[in-house]
């Protein structure tokens, strides 16, 4: 199988000069790769050395054909429309001027005649068929966005794609769509993932680490069987040269304290004068020599008991696990928390995405929001926020609310991660500030680093500490898909702890085991 991108012994690091990996060699060719991973280990780095968007610190990067990316978040602008984000607004244009009879010479020469079937193509493929191009493209929900985002990769048709968690923000229906993507497409795909069932469908899963890069062939359930087997295996080798270890001290002390007994022995009888002193020497000579092999025997059994310790202990990655408690929110039984009275909500232009829509909490209630793309549970939630106002209807809000986006957006990428702690919660000094941080595994210059040089699984983390861990938590905690971008050790930290909040929550996510896990109360469905 040919190669379209061969990496060679490469390596990278984070925007503020965190050694990412090293020595990193790999080729992905026309089959589909898992790309897996901690946050923060390097994923989307790697796949933007993959499409030639950065250069590596050392080591070499090969691209044979066309490269195309889906990111985590698209680039969107206030002014952008559907057109921008499919990729294709200039080329667009250019065949609107030529329908209107507005059409330059330039125009003519570089129209592509075979865009609009492609496009439609392409819509239809990712459900948006029938939507306007000139639709702004800040009115598409999270999933309308991303579902654009793979139409755009569609339409390029590049030889490989790399796709940057392509189902967050995706229902059921979608993510099931992507997967069928997937499996139709020829060229080479790389897609970063913590979907399960999406990684089941790839032909083979590498593992980046803080070990290096490893290659499991098939989905996701043999790269885990595999995983749980190495794990246990250097686990075992690791007790085992431990063991190993400490048997040849303990073997080179007794040699030792023998040796001692010997000498001191030697030098008693030495001490009696009653041999010439010919023979004592000779005596003394040979004592020294032996006990100079004896420790020559010793430091080379050490040496080897240590290089198998070192090698066991390779094997093993030891992270830190991310666990931590809430404090109360003082949230009482039965306080109105928000009422949604005759909501309705539509953008400019555009037809109402809900109607005569009633919502009542009271107390500590847990309600999860749901429906398909498109359906305006974004939108709910932000005018329960506060951060958009209604079409129709009247909002009562009983309680201190804080909403995190999928962006987190109340994070500045211009702050350190300790900087917008602070910001966020004025009363925390500096040590209690990073005492909180280090909970979240941002520990000691960790806290430190530009929220703009952090990955989304990083910047998410976060947010989730300025939010979780101030002074008090939030009586009304709203959250729009916190699963995004987490890695699984990462997404069971956060359920532990929101199963334990005293306060309301107020959720959208596509994770049904996620809204189980947190106890969600009661779901407002939307069409």
């Known amino acids: 199988m040919s190669a379209l991108i061969t990496l060679d012994s490469v390596s990278a690091a984070s925007p503020d000069g965190r050694t990412l990996f090293e020595n990193l060699t790999l080729a992905v060719g026309p089959e589909r790769t898992g790309l897996i991973g901690r946050n923060g280990v390097g994923k989307t780095t ?33 002014d952008d429309r559907l057109a921008d984000l499919l990729g294709v607004a200039a080329a667009v244009d250019r065949l609107a001027r030529i329908e209107a009879g507005e059409g330059s010479e330039a125009d003519f020469a570089d129209a592509d005649w075979t865009l609009p079937a492609r496009l439609d193509a392409a819509l239809a493929e990712v459900g948006l068929d029938g939507l306007d191009l000139n639709r702004p493209a800040v009115s598409l929900s999270g999933g309308q966005a991303t579902r654009a985002a793979l139409a755009a990769l569609l339409v390029a048709e590049p030889d490989v794609i790399l796709l940057d968690e392509p189902t967050n923000n995706l229902d059921a229906e979608s993510r099931a769509l992507v997967g069928e993507i997937l499996r139709r497409w020829r060229g080479g795909a790389v897609v970063v993932s913590h979907d399960r069932a999406l990684l089941e469908g790839m032909d083979r899963v590498v593992e980046l680490s803080g070990l290096g890069a490893a290659v499991y062939g098939g989905g996701y359930s043999l790269y885990a069987d595999r995983k749980a087997q190495e794990a246990a295996a250097a686990e075992r080798d690791l007790a085992a040269a431990q063991r190993d270890a400490a048997r040849v001290d303990r073997e080179a002390q007794a040699a030792r304290e023998k040796q001692d007994r010997r000498d001191a022995a030697g030098r008693k009888f030495a001490a009696k004068k009653s041999e010439p002193k010919i023979l004592l020497g000779a005596m003394a000579e040979r004592a020294q020599n032996s006990g100079g092999r004896g420790e020559r025997l010793a430091e080379r059994r050490r040496d080897a008991a240590a290089e198998t310790l070192a090698d066991a202990q390779g094997r093993v990655e030891r992270t830190r696990a991310l666990a931590f408690d809430l404090p109360p929110s003082g949230l009482p039984t039965g306080r109105l928390v928000l009422e949604l009275d005759d909501l309705a909500f539509a953008w400019p232009g555009q037809p109402r995405l809900f109607e005569n829509l009633y919502l009542r909490i009271a107390g ?10 498109g359906s305006g549970k974004t939108s709910l939630i932000r005018i329960a926020a506060g951060k958009l106002d209604p079409t129709a209807g009247t909002v009562r809000r009983g309680v201190p609310a804080l909403m995190l986006d999928q962006r987190a957006a109340i994070l500045r990428d211009d702050q350190t991660i300790l900087v917008n702690f602070r910001r966020l919660n004025p009363a925390a000094d500096r040590n209690r500030a990073q005492a909180a941080l280090a909970r979240f595994l941002f520990r000691n210059t960790a806290a430190d680093q530009m929220v703009g040089s952090l990955s989304g699984g990083e910047r998410l983390r976060a947010a989730l500490a300025c939010v979780l861990l101030g002074d008090r938590p939030p009586q009304l905690l709203i959250l729009d898909e916190p699963t995004n971008h987490l890695d699984l050790a990462s997404i069971e930290a956060i359920e532990a702890a929101l199963a334990g909040y005293d306060g309301a929550l107020l959720l959208v996510s596509h994770d049904e ?7 969600v109360d009661s779901r407002l469905a939307l069409n």
């Open 513 to 519: 085991a996620f809204l189980t896990a947190v106890g």
């Open 46 to 78: 790697l796949l933007r050395l993959m499409a030639g968007e950065a250069a590596p610190r050392a080591g070499e990067v090969a691209i044979r054909g066309r490269v195309a990316m889906l990111r985590q978040t698209p680039f969107l602008g206030p």
């Open 364 to 373: 500590p209630q847990r309600i999860a929001v749901t429906g398909p793309n």
